[in-house]
């Protein structure tokens, strides 16, 4: 006789989780319906980067800079800053494990708390016009700065520094070109210091003369930016944090009592 077929089951298969398939499907029409953000990231690198920073988009609230939040992660071993969903009203396993030991209420705990806290990051429309290394440069056209506070801090200080001579840096007629300088090589002993470039100089006449087209200067609407993962995925990133933390169980009130630090914690 032939063999019976084997069922799904038997093959190593199961149900679809049809509601997490129905979330999915979700997002994605979200993020189809306010478009992709897929522009190029500019990442400085060592020395000098010459940059335009551009105006506010039409669609943001009139700052040239677009504030995020970020979870400081890795995945698989390699640094992976994780988009915060409490921004788009939606749960946060690191939130949560924040708040989860900010309740225990020790000072062992409070401390710990910390590695879990999102940190602002800021989004700007540049234009990159020169760097020391090569590999970019203003035929690329707007690209998507990243940075943290201390440049956001920089940039607007000489843009709001009228009485200086400064003032109005992203103009786009009537600007002034930035250079970032990064110091530095590794996430622990990185820095970076902006300063203007005192001539200020018509970013389109810098366009015309290199004989780029004048639709390379369209800026990204960086309200739309969502490198979002999933719950599930950001519960992946939180595990693997906990690992290098040390952490795999629950704290115990014995373990803040005796003065435990962070790596003796057993989570």
Same mark, same amino acid.
Request: aromatic residues 8%; charged residues 25%.
């Given at each position: ?119 602002? =990051?800021?989004?700007?429309?540049? &234009?990159? $016009?020169?760097? *020391? +290394?090569?590999? #970019? ?91 979002? =993962?999933?719950?599930?995925?950001? &519960?992946? $990133?939180?595990? *693997? +944090?906990?690992? #290098? ?23």
């Amino acid at each position: 006789m032939p063999k019976e077929a084997p069922t799904a089951e038997d093959l190593g298969y199961t149900q679809n989780n049809e509601q997490l398939l129905k979330n999915e499907y979700a997002r994605d029409k979200r993020e189809a319906s306010s478009g992709a953000f897929g522009p190029k990231f500019f990442l400085p690198q060592g020395g000098n980067s010459m940059v335009r920073v551009l105006p506010a988009h039409a669609n943001s609230n009139g700052a040239f800079f677009h504030r995020i939040e970020e979870h400081a992660a890795h995945d698989n071993g390699h640094f992976s800053p994780a988009f915060c969903p409490r921004q788009v009203k939606e749960p946060c396993p690191f939130c949560e494990e924040k708040e989860r030991l900010q309740a225990e209420g020790s000072e062992t705990f409070l401390e710990l708390s910390r590695e879990f806290r999102a940190q602002q =990051k800021f989004l700007f429309n540049v &234009e990159v $016009l020169s760097t *020391e +290394k090569g590999g #970019t440069g203003i035929e690329d056209g707007v690209q998507v700065l990243k940075s943290g506070v201390k440049v956001k801090r920089q940039i607007l200080d000489l843009d709001q520094d009228h009485s200086g001579g400064w003032g109005d840096v992203t103009n786009i007629e009537n600007g002034h070109n930035l250079v970032i300088n990064r110091r530095g090589t590794t996430r622990n002993d990185t820095e970076y210091f902006v300063k203007g470039v005192p001539t200020r100089t018509s970013i389109l006449d810098q366009f015309k003369t290199a004989g780029i087209p004048f639709d390379k200067l369209a800026p990204h609407d960086l309200t739309s930016y969502s490198e979002r =993962k999933t719950y599930e995925e950001l &519960e992946g $990133l939180l595990m *693997e +944090k906990k690992s #290098t933390l040390n952490m795999q169980s629950a704290p115990t009130e014995k373990a803040s009592e005796s003065g435990a630090g962070t790596d003796d914690i057993p989570f």
